[in-house]
């Protein structure tokens, strides 16, 4: 038995096909530019990329071809539409470098598995300046495992097809986003005053109080009713994030809407 890779580089590194590792190096390039956020892992000894701890897609050299793998036996069933000239199998697609798969279905297979998983997803549970912090989130954290985190809550779920859709409860302590932070102790934060302040003014600016439910598409509603472009060095008075101006851009962008 072939031992499993330990990775992707490993996995490409042992194809002896010159073009088929460029064509699968390509993919899985154009995998992460199409859904930012993903983590890279190995299931069933193929590359693949998981979020929220379940797999979107995977990818692997056969001997005639390539095949990418949605991980579900229902999603190509659902694109059958969209996969004329494509040989497949009710889990594989396969294609090669004759026949490659483009941005757009690349997009819609992750797009539907993804929506798959999100279905079976829980609530997200947000405190209140979060929600803002979900708006102007460019891929920048406290640490390596909080970025992913948020990445795959914002970027994975909010940001996704569908994702206005999301239901988010709002608590007043530490929440999903927390979870994983470095500054988080029990269900305080090192920053306990400040963070409390920011909560208070957010729940106020957002008419928000624990319990309360909200989809991100309402959410976002709220903040362009409530919050206009250019009161964040007020209401954000003391977030450390707030000086580079990315919660800005993004409020901007959003009344652009």
Not at 231 to 257: D, F, N, V
């Amino acid at each position: 038995m072939i031992e499993a890779p330990s990775d992707h580089d490993a996995y490409l590194d042992r194809l002896s096909n010159p073009a088929q590792k460029a064509l699968l190096t390509d993919l899985r390039a154009r995998i992460h530019a199409a859904l930012p956020g993903l983590e890279e892992c190995i299931s069933y000894a193929m590359p693949a990329f998981c979020i929220h701890g379940k797999v979107v897609g995977g990818y692997a050299a056969l001997r005639k071809g390539s095949s990418f793998y949605p991980f579900s036996g229902g999603v190509l069933d659902q694109i059958a539409d969209q996969l004329s000239g494509y040989s497949r199998t009710k889990s594989a697609l396969h294609f090669s470098g004759e026949k490659p798969i483009p941005d757009s279905l690349l997009r819609l297979l992750l797009q539907t598995r993804l929506t798959e998983i999100r279905a079976h997803l829980p609530i997200v549970r947000y405190r209140p300046h979060h929600f803002l912090c979900s708006l102007g989130f460019q891929g920048k954290g406290y640490s390596d495992a909080f970025t992913a985190n948020m990445s795959a809550i914002v970027v994975g779920r909010l940001r996704a097809e569908g994702g206005d859709d999301t239901l988010i409860e709002v608590t007043p302590a530490t929440d999903d986003i927390c979870a994983p932070c470095p500054k988080r102790r029990g269900a305080l934060c090192t920053s306990q005053d400040k963070i409390a302040a920011l909560d208070a003014t957010h729940a106020e600016a957002l008419h928000l109080t624990p319990g309360d439910r909200l989809t991100w598409g309402e959410a976002q509603a709220r903040i362009r009713a409530n919050v206009p472009p250019g009161s964040l060095k007020t209401l954000c008075q003391g977030c450390e994030w707030e000086p580079y101006g990315m919660c800005e851009e993004a409020l901007s962008g959003l009344h652009a809407k």
